[in-house]
């Protein structure tokens, strides 16, 4: 199984990206998917996850700003990132089925 993240980049504080991460390879069925982010220095902390049903969940540094998604036809999930902060700097990793990790994506939010 793979993880292909992608999607991060240099944004303007207030500004906004979309995270893609695809998943491949044999898998057998999505139970759920989530993003996890590291900033540098520190520990890696959860901040969404979806069930292949479609209910997510989301850290509280994120509530209302993020929105996850996911397209089992694409086997691919989402996470849509609004109103970035500086504090949002960090690198992106996707999961599957709470087993499988992505490379990451760098995300850095700055003027």
């Known amino acids: 199984v793979q993880l292909q993240a992608s999607g991060g980049g240099l944004v303007q504080p207030g500004g906004s990206l979309r995270l893609s991460c695809a998943a491949s390879?044999?898998?057998?069925?999505?139970?759920?998917m989530g993003w996890y982010r590291q900033a540098p220095g520190k520990q890696r902390n959860w901040v969404a996850e979806?069930?292949?049903?479609?209910?997510?969940n989301y850290a509280n540094f994120v509530k209302g700003r993020f929105t996850i998604s996911i397209d089992n036809a694409k086997n691919t999930m989402y996470l849509q990132m609004n109103s970035l902060k500086p504090e949002d700097t960090a690198v992106y990793y996707c999961t599957l089925n709470g087993g499988y990790w992505g490379q990451g994506t760098q995300v850095t939010v700055s003027s």
């Open positions: 979806i069930t292949s049903g479609g209910i997510s």
């Open positions: 390879g044999s898998i057998f069925r999505i139970v759920s």
